[in-house]
């Protein structure tokens, strides 16, 4: 085993006993926690393994290494923080809460996104802390008609059974499974109809992640329909049928397409690493002398390639290749190809 596996596998084992803990604990000692959803339970220990097992050996690469260590680094300089906070919170609420990086790419497919992220959401935040025992309701001594929600064990509010706010708390679930399969059947309509789209997708990275949010919402909604309207009737099979499917994904989840989600909040160092870039000392072409990056950047591009194991010096005055500009390059490389075939037309 290598330095880098040892130190991820530490990490996931960590971050699943945390879990295991608090889940332990939020539930008063598995006082409130269902045995039923046990299942469940071990499903997400497992996600969480392989998920903090992955996201440690991805953090681990040279490339993300630096990126990761860089991107703290600048935000957290004194002369820009103020400056970072305040675009932090822009870019969580455009980018990530709102998607305005994907409107840019057409309005169906921004569409299908936020429909399927807050579906998600929704779904995530009522389900996990269910399964947990760190929510669960109970009826009020005095009145049989009221429930009171409890937080980790401790009693927060109360409500009337049949109020609109129950009716709206109890079908949660409903309404994250309609907007996760309204946005499933418009990525679907634009892989089926957008050519470009078709010709580069996989079944694995782009239909599998989709059927499954279809497969977990229908089989959750046909529960809903089988213990309101159908008096139980085929209720195992569906609770069975559903259980497989939300198992499987998360068992899934460290290892296909879903992984991004959690990817995708580490990303945003990346751009306040070129946010402070800009700002700072320029990296000037040492054959024209024209500024075309940022120094830190060039310095870490070299410094990442020889952890690769790349080297890419130069005998001349450049003394490495990462410190010419494209233009140049491209300028450089027409030069040696004419110079070869001067040679060749020699011979």
Known sequence: ???????????????????????????????????????????????????????????????????WKRGWQVFLRPQYLARNI?????????????NHFIARRGALRWSAHMLIMWGCIIAIAITFPLVYGWIHFETLPNDTEWYRAYLFGFPTFAFPIHSLMGFLIFHGLVWASFLVIAGVMLAMRRRMRDHGAAAVQQFAEDFLPIILLFAI????????????????????????????????????????????????????????????????????CRRCGEAFASRMHVEDLIEVERKLGFRYEMANEAGHYQWICPRCRRAMLALAQGRMWRGESQI
């Open 86 to 98: 305040a675009t932090w919170f822009k870019r969580v609420t455009g980018d990530m809460a709102l």
């Open 217 to 284: 919402s229908v089989t959750g909604l046909m529960l809903t329909a089988s213990y309101t309207w159908m008096r139980g009737y085929a209720y195992d099979f569906l609770a069975i049928l559903h259980a497989i499917t939300v198992i499987f994904t998360l068992l899934w989840l460290p290892f296909g397409k879903f992984f991004h989600i959690f990817q995708r909040p580490a990303q945003l160092g990346v751009s306040f690493y070129k946010d402070i870039g800009a700002l700072e000392d320029h990296a000037h």
């Open 1 to 67: 085993m290598t330095k880098e596996t040892i130190k991820a596998g530490a990490w996931g084992i960590a971050v699943t006993v945390a879990l295991a803990v608090l889940i332990i604990v939020g539930s008063r000692n598995l006082a409130h926690f269902d045995a039923a959803l046990v299942a469940y339970t071990f499903a997400t220990l497992f996600a969480a393994f392989g998920i903090t097992y992955r996201y440690a050996m991805w953090l681990q690469r040279p490339p993300t290494a630096l990126y």
